[in-house]
């Protein structure tokens, strides 16, 4: 089993219009993206999660993208794909789906809108694990799901054996801190320990100081050598060249979250000549008015 850490990127899915007015994947952008972020040094990939606009992508897309990132990856990164939902038994069947076609784990969300009780939340991730038989790491963002995974019942998730880990975007660092501290000495089936995500880039060097263990970042399908050296120099002790990194990087991070993501990352990828594409509805493009601060933000990047 693989031992997850350092600066994974939240792949966005590339799309194009059709004919008809409605809007396709590009799947050979997609292939450009992996194949990019592999060459700037990108220490794992996550696709069909909410950056990729998962709800919005079929099935047979979604089986498509996996396929193509299995054969551009080829081993050489951890992939990991999102596949959860809110109904227990299609995100079983979601998972087992990645896992025949060739994924590494999977990234499972806290199911959104019924708000199970945190009964229901270990009950759910013990029978996709029992079901799936598939590592799993757990994606704890409650602005989107409207239930945050505590820290005590982070805990008792960590002690299901597939479970590797957490992509932890709760925002809050006291949380973060005590799921690192109490999940530090668990070690799942195969006696890896549990890995503690950052799931905001925002909080990216905070999270490793505390003793985390890497990024699964929106800002990396831009600037994956970039976060990546963060990530590496944080590891390594070297915080003084981390807090360099990250204050060069806080600009963009902020602007790539002025409106909902993925529509400023997608819109950057766009304007710096990589495939990003338009957007599915519910999703439109980015305001006019909050184009400037973004384009400042990729100036000062130099992008």
């Not at 089936?189 to 985390?212: C, E, H, K, R, Y």
């Not at 990250?246 to 495939?275: Q, V």
Request: with cysteine; net charge negative.
């Amino acid at each position: 089993m693989i031992q997850f850490s350092g600066a994974y990127t939240a792949l966005i899915t590339p799309m194009k219009e059709n004919r008809a007015g409605g809007v396709d994947i590009d799947y050979e952008g997609f292939r450009r993206l992996i194949n990019f972020q592999l060459e700037g040094g990108i220490d794992g990939l996550v696709p069909l999660g909410t950056t990729g606009e998962c709800p919005t992508v079929e099935r047979e897309e979604a089986d498509a993208l996996i396929r193509i990132a299995v054969e551009e990856v080829k081993g050489q990164v951890p992939l990991i794909i999102g596949t959860g939902s809110n109904a227990t038994m299609h995100t079983i069947e979601n998972t087992k789906r990645a896992k025949d076609l060739g994924a590494d784990a999977a990234l499972i969300v806290t199911p959104y809108y019924n708000k199970p009780t945190d009964e229901g939340i270990i009950r759910h991730f013990e029978a996709i694990a029992r079901e799936a038989d598939f590592p799993i790491m757990v994606y704890n963002i409650a602005a989107r799901t409207g239930k945050n995974i505590s820290a005590a019942l982070m805990e008792r998730l960590s002690q299901i054996p597939l479970i590797v880990g957490v992509k932890e975007a709760s925002g809050d660092i006291n949380q973060i801190g005590t799921v690192i501290r109490d999940t530090a000495y668990h070690r799942n089936a195969a006696g890896m320990p549990f890995a503690v995500f950052s799931g905001d880039d925002a909080l990216t060097l905070p999270i490793l100081a505390l003793g985390g263990d890497g990024i699964i970042s929106v800002i990396s399908n831009l600037v994956p050598d970039k976060v990546t050296a963060l990530v590496r120099a944080c590891r390594t002790g070297n915080f003084e060249e981390g807090r360099r990194i990250h204050y060069e990087l806080l600009p963009f991070i902020r602007a790539a979250f002025i409106e909902t993501n993925p529509i400023p990352i997608k819109t950057a990828l766009s304007w710096a000549g990589l495939p990003g594409g338009p957007f599915r509805l519910p999703l439109g493009p980015l305001d006019q008015q909050n184009e400037a601060p973004l384009r400042l933000a990729l100036a000062g990047l130099g992008r």
